[in-house]
């Protein structure tokens, strides 16, 4: 399974996630490790079984065990955190001020370099959606002199990914439904 193999599978109303695909996994902006390990991280947080596989065996293989055992433990990490980040935000009051009790010690150590963690964690907090994380995230990265160009295209890669596990959904929803209706 490849990226190859995702982009078939796509069908032609998505034809610009394809394109996307195709673009974005020779992305220059990025290192080869921040690319990967982007593709890898934004695989793991659409939890599309089909795209974390294709996505693995395509960019895995780019990836030192560290790096990829790092990318993993960002999608791991910003899953928790995401959700509990985006609670205190948005309610706010006096859990903004607590602290949050959740181990974290993989953002200490990573296995990688602080800047490459920090671009995966903040590719999965713009999947799941938390505001606050992505602020933290991109301010770090950008003080470590990650540009706005390398941030986007990290965005950008999260983006696509997430769309295509969503259409694959959408698709097997539909397939499934058409098989119990037949």
Known sequence: MSIETLKNRLPDYAKDLRLNLGTLATEPSLTAQQRAGTFVAAALATRNAEVIRAVTAEFAPQLAPEALAAARAAAAVMGMNNVYYRFTHLVGGDYLNMPAKLRMNVMARPGVAKEDFELWSLAVSA???????????????????????QVQSAVRIAAVVHAV???????DAVATEQLAAA
């Open 165 to 171: 596990g969503a259409v694959l959904d959408g698709e």
């Open 127 to 149: 999947v799941n959606g938390c505001g606050m994380c992505m602020e933290s995230h991109e301010k770090v990265v950008r003080a470590a002199g990650l540009t706005a160009e």
